[in-house]
């Protein structure tokens, strides 16, 4: 009984053993983000933004993005997003109105959806010439320009729901590209536009960055050692 017992654990362990492991969101050197449809449920990524009117930026006027892959279902790309208006003097108000992305490949506008403080999925022209693929914005869904400037995440808090980019077949990796915020009621009156300072990988995919680099300096570490062998001998 005992060694059926052993021996069923160890089917069990190897079985474990061969399941591959589920992936991590890519950031790529351009600062874009590769999903694909292995990705692990929970894994994230965070874009930082500034705050700039027609090229000039606005001290103090930032934001953060952070998306989390959630799962694929159907033909959709399922996420769960969290903004927050990060702003501070000598910024004295701020509303973060819209945010969005490009996706390759394409995603369906009339197949995507978007719920929680940004309740409208649409595209188009942002804010000073910036175009968007997808923008999820809060108010008019005439384009990603049409919320009016109370209706966002002001100074100090965050918004948070769920995004499905939907595609007419389920592609087995996305990505998103070309990240942007749209502020309004700058300073009383004023609008802007954020661009990403910076793309940070979550704790999971920094580790196994990690066992990528230490497995690649354990390479060249046997390397070497062999090459030393035939001087030693």
Known sequence: MLNRII???GILGLAGAAAPAAAAITINPDGSATVTSDTAHGDSFTVDFDGSENGTVIPGLTSSLTLTFDSVSGNSYNFNYLLTNTSSAPTTSSAVTAFGFDVDPNALLASSSVDGTFGTVSNGQASQGYNLEMCFKNGQNNNCGGSPGNQG???GTS???TIALGFSALPSHITLSDYLVRYQAVNGD??????????VPEPGT????LLGFAGVGASVRR???????PQIA
């Open 7 to 9: 021996i069923a654990a």
């Open 153 to 155: 995440v002001n100074m």
């Open 159 to 161: 918004g948070s729901g």
């Open 190 to 199: 004023g609008s802007a536009i954020g661009k990403p300072v910076g793309a």
């Open 206 to 209: 920094w580790a196994l960055m």
């Open 223 to 229: 390397s070497r050692s062999k090459s030393l062998l």
